[in-house]
T-cell receptor, first 114, second 111 residues
Protein backbone atom coordinates (compact mmCIF):
# COMPACT_ATOMS: atom_id res chain seq x y z
CA UNK A 1 0.00 0.00 0.00
CA UNK A 2 1.18 3.55 -0.70
CA UNK A 3 0.53 4.76 2.82
CA UNK A 4 -1.06 8.08 3.75
CA UNK A 5 -0.40 10.66 1.05
CA UNK A 6 -0.35 14.38 1.75
CA UNK A 7 0.03 17.28 -0.62
CA UNK A 8 1.66 19.65 -0.99
CA UNK A 9 4.78 18.76 1.01
CA UNK A 10 5.71 22.40 1.37
CA UNK A 11 3.58 25.52 1.12
CA UNK A 12 4.73 29.10 1.38
CA UNK A 13 2.05 31.75 1.29
CA UNK A 14 1.40 35.31 2.30
CA UNK A 15 -0.73 36.36 5.21
CA UNK A 16 -4.40 36.60 4.25
CA UNK A 17 -4.25 33.98 1.52
CA UNK A 18 -6.29 30.81 1.49
CA UNK A 19 -4.41 27.56 2.03
CA UNK A 20 -5.72 24.07 1.26
CA UNK A 21 -3.96 20.94 2.48
CA UNK A 22 -4.89 17.56 1.07
CA UNK A 23 -4.81 14.01 2.37
CA UNK A 24 -5.46 10.57 0.92
CA UNK A 25 -5.77 7.96 3.68
CA UNK A 26 -4.75 4.33 3.41
CA UNK A 27 -7.32 2.40 1.43
CA UNK A 28 -9.77 0.61 3.71
CA UNK A 29 -9.10 2.81 6.74
CA UNK A 30 -12.23 4.39 8.16
CA UNK A 31 -10.82 6.99 10.59
CA UNK A 32 -8.85 10.07 9.60
CA UNK A 33 -7.05 12.57 11.79
CA UNK A 34 -5.52 16.02 11.23
CA UNK A 35 -2.71 17.07 13.58
CA UNK A 36 -0.54 20.18 13.78
CA UNK A 37 3.04 20.08 15.04
CA UNK A 38 5.01 23.05 16.40
CA UNK A 39 8.10 23.28 18.57
CA UNK A 40 6.20 24.99 21.35
CA UNK A 41 3.07 22.86 21.53
CA UNK A 42 4.17 19.55 20.04
CA UNK A 43 1.65 17.44 18.13
CA UNK A 44 -1.94 18.64 18.58
CA UNK A 45 -5.09 17.00 17.30
CA UNK A 46 -7.19 19.40 15.21
CA UNK A 47 -10.09 17.23 14.06
CA UNK A 48 -10.93 13.62 13.31
CA UNK A 49 -13.45 11.76 11.19
CA UNK A 50 -15.01 8.32 11.48
CA UNK A 51 -16.59 6.97 8.30
CA UNK A 52 -16.29 10.44 6.71
CA UNK A 53 -18.23 12.10 9.55
CA UNK A 54 -16.50 14.72 11.73
CA UNK A 55 -16.52 13.46 15.31
CA UNK A 56 -14.52 16.02 17.27
CA UNK A 57 -13.34 19.38 15.97
CA UNK A 58 -12.63 20.93 19.36
CA UNK A 59 -8.95 21.20 18.48
CA UNK A 60 -9.57 23.48 15.50
CA UNK A 61 -8.04 26.81 16.55
CA UNK A 62 -10.73 29.11 15.25
CA UNK A 63 -13.24 29.67 12.50
CA UNK A 64 -10.48 30.29 9.98
CA UNK A 65 -9.86 26.54 9.96
CA UNK A 66 -12.21 24.08 8.29
CA UNK A 67 -11.93 20.42 7.29
CA UNK A 68 -13.94 18.21 5.01
CA UNK A 69 -14.01 14.56 4.06
CA UNK A 70 -16.28 14.22 1.02
CA UNK A 71 -15.48 10.53 0.58
CA UNK A 72 -13.45 7.72 2.14
CA UNK A 73 -10.36 8.46 0.08
CA UNK A 74 -9.94 12.22 0.40
CA UNK A 75 -9.85 14.96 3.00
CA UNK A 76 -8.93 18.63 3.00
CA UNK A 77 -7.90 21.09 5.68
CA UNK A 78 -8.46 24.71 4.72
CA UNK A 79 -7.19 27.87 6.37
CA UNK A 80 -8.83 31.12 5.28
CA UNK A 81 -7.41 33.67 5.83
CA UNK A 82 -3.98 32.40 6.84
CA UNK A 83 -1.87 34.12 9.50
CA UNK A 84 1.85 33.82 10.37
CA UNK A 85 1.00 31.96 13.60
CA UNK A 86 -0.47 29.16 11.46
CA UNK A 87 3.04 28.25 10.32
CA UNK A 88 3.62 24.64 11.37
CA UNK A 89 3.80 21.10 10.03
CA UNK A 90 0.36 19.63 9.41
CA UNK A 91 -0.01 15.85 9.53
CA UNK A 92 -2.79 13.61 8.36
CA UNK A 93 -3.14 10.12 9.82
CA UNK A 94 -5.52 7.25 9.19
CA UNK A 95 -6.60 4.18 11.11
CA UNK A 96 -8.69 1.10 10.70
CA UNK A 97 -11.14 1.54 13.57
CA UNK A 98 -10.99 -1.38 15.98
CA UNK A 99 -7.57 -2.54 14.81
CA UNK A 100 -5.60 -1.75 17.97
CA UNK A 101 -5.95 1.99 17.34
CA UNK A 102 -2.66 2.21 15.44
CA UNK A 103 -2.56 5.47 13.51
CA UNK A 104 -0.48 5.72 10.33
CA UNK A 105 0.88 9.12 9.43
CA UNK A 106 1.60 10.90 6.19
CA UNK A 107 4.85 12.78 5.59
CA UNK A 108 3.25 16.10 6.50
CA UNK A 109 2.83 19.51 4.90
CA UNK A 110 5.23 22.20 6.08
CA UNK A 111 3.33 25.49 5.97
CA UNK A 112 5.02 28.87 6.14
CA UNK A 113 2.83 31.97 6.25
CA UNK A 114 4.80 35.16 5.64
CA UNK B 1 -7.66 15.51 29.60
CA UNK B 2 -4.76 13.12 29.29
CA UNK B 3 -1.25 14.52 29.27
CA UNK B 4 2.03 12.81 28.51
CA UNK B 5 5.40 13.99 29.72
CA UNK B 6 8.56 12.72 28.07
CA UNK B 7 12.06 12.86 29.46
CA UNK B 8 14.64 13.82 28.58
CA UNK B 9 13.66 16.45 26.00
CA UNK B 10 16.87 15.79 24.12
CA UNK B 11 19.68 13.32 24.30
CA UNK B 12 23.11 13.08 22.71
CA UNK B 13 24.83 9.71 22.96
CA UNK B 14 27.93 8.19 21.54
CA UNK B 15 27.47 5.40 19.02
CA UNK B 16 27.38 2.05 20.75
CA UNK B 17 26.00 3.37 24.04
CA UNK B 18 22.67 2.37 25.58
CA UNK B 19 19.95 4.90 26.36
CA UNK B 20 16.49 5.12 27.89
CA UNK B 21 13.59 7.48 27.16
CA UNK B 22 10.67 7.80 29.56
CA UNK B 23 7.01 8.63 29.08
CA UNK B 24 4.70 9.37 32.01
CA UNK B 25 0.94 9.72 31.78
CA UNK B 26 -1.34 11.81 33.98
CA UNK B 27 -3.95 9.02 33.80
CA UNK B 28 -4.07 5.24 33.50
CA UNK B 29 -3.40 4.21 29.95
CA UNK B 30 -5.57 1.97 27.79
CA UNK B 31 -2.73 1.74 25.28
CA UNK B 32 0.71 3.28 24.89
CA UNK B 33 2.25 3.77 21.44
CA UNK B 34 5.83 4.59 20.49
CA UNK B 35 6.62 6.38 17.25
CA UNK B 36 9.81 7.62 15.63
CA UNK B 37 10.05 10.73 13.49
CA UNK B 38 12.94 11.73 11.26
CA UNK B 39 13.36 15.36 10.30
CA UNK B 40 11.02 16.32 7.50
CA UNK B 41 9.13 13.06 7.66
CA UNK B 42 6.04 11.66 9.27
CA UNK B 43 5.75 9.48 12.34
CA UNK B 44 6.65 5.83 11.97
CA UNK B 45 4.90 3.37 14.29
CA UNK B 46 7.29 1.31 16.42
CA UNK B 47 5.39 -0.55 19.11
CA UNK B 48 2.17 -0.68 21.08
CA UNK B 49 1.77 -1.76 24.71
CA UNK B 50 -1.52 -2.50 26.42
CA UNK B 51 -1.03 -4.77 29.38
CA UNK B 52 0.54 -3.80 32.69
CA UNK B 53 4.08 -5.14 32.85
CA UNK B 54 4.16 -5.78 29.11
CA UNK B 55 7.48 -5.63 27.27
CA UNK B 56 8.11 -5.69 23.53
CA UNK B 57 11.26 -5.64 21.44
CA UNK B 58 12.04 -4.80 17.86
CA UNK B 59 15.63 -5.17 16.77
CA UNK B 60 17.62 -3.23 19.38
CA UNK B 61 14.67 -1.26 20.76
CA UNK B 62 12.73 -2.48 23.82
CA UNK B 63 9.65 -0.82 25.26
CA UNK B 64 8.04 -1.54 28.63
CA UNK B 65 4.79 -0.52 30.29
CA UNK B 66 4.70 -0.45 34.09
CA UNK B 67 2.22 -2.47 36.14
CA UNK B 68 0.08 0.56 36.92
CA UNK B 69 -0.06 1.45 33.23
CA UNK B 70 1.00 5.06 33.73
CA UNK B 71 4.63 4.96 32.72
CA UNK B 72 6.54 3.54 29.78
CA UNK B 73 10.21 3.39 28.89
CA UNK B 74 11.97 2.94 25.57
CA UNK B 75 15.42 1.44 25.72
CA UNK B 76 17.90 1.34 22.86
CA UNK B 77 20.85 -1.02 23.10
CA UNK B 78 24.12 -0.27 21.33
CA UNK B 79 22.84 2.88 19.61
CA UNK B 80 23.61 3.53 15.94
CA UNK B 81 23.34 6.65 13.77
CA UNK B 82 20.20 5.15 12.26
CA UNK B 83 18.50 5.47 15.65
CA UNK B 84 18.73 9.27 15.53
CA UNK B 85 15.44 11.15 15.36
CA UNK B 86 12.54 12.21 17.55
CA UNK B 87 10.79 9.58 19.62
CA UNK B 88 7.19 10.28 20.60
CA UNK B 89 4.89 8.39 22.90
CA UNK B 90 1.17 8.43 22.25
CA UNK B 91 -1.66 7.51 24.61
CA UNK B 92 -5.02 5.98 24.04
CA UNK B 93 -7.33 6.81 26.93
CA UNK B 94 -10.23 4.51 26.26
CA UNK B 95 -9.60 2.25 23.32
CA UNK B 96 -11.13 4.16 20.47
CA UNK B 97 -10.00 7.74 20.86
CA UNK B 98 -7.41 9.70 18.88
CA UNK B 99 -3.93 9.41 20.29
CA UNK B 100 -2.58 12.17 22.50
CA UNK B 101 1.16 12.65 22.15
CA UNK B 102 4.05 13.77 24.32
CA UNK B 103 6.31 16.52 22.99
CA UNK B 104 8.98 14.05 21.99
CA UNK B 105 12.60 13.25 22.80
CA UNK B 106 15.20 14.34 20.26
CA UNK B 107 17.97 11.75 19.99
CA UNK B 108 21.33 12.40 18.38
CA UNK B 109 23.90 9.63 17.98
CA UNK B 110 27.47 10.74 17.39
CA UNK B 111 30.37 8.67 16.11
Amino acid sequence: DAGVIQSPRHEVTEMGQEVTLRCKPISGHNSLFWYRQTMMRGLELLIYFNNNVPIDDSGMPEDRFSAKMPNASFSTLKIQPSEPRDSAVYFCASRLQGAKNIQYFGAGTRLSVL
Amino acid sequence: SQELEQSPQSLIVQEGKNLTINCTSSKTLYGLYWYKQKYGEGLIFLMMLQKGGEEKSHEKITAKLDEKKQQSSLHITASQPSHAGIYLCGADGSGNTPLVFGKGTRLSVIA
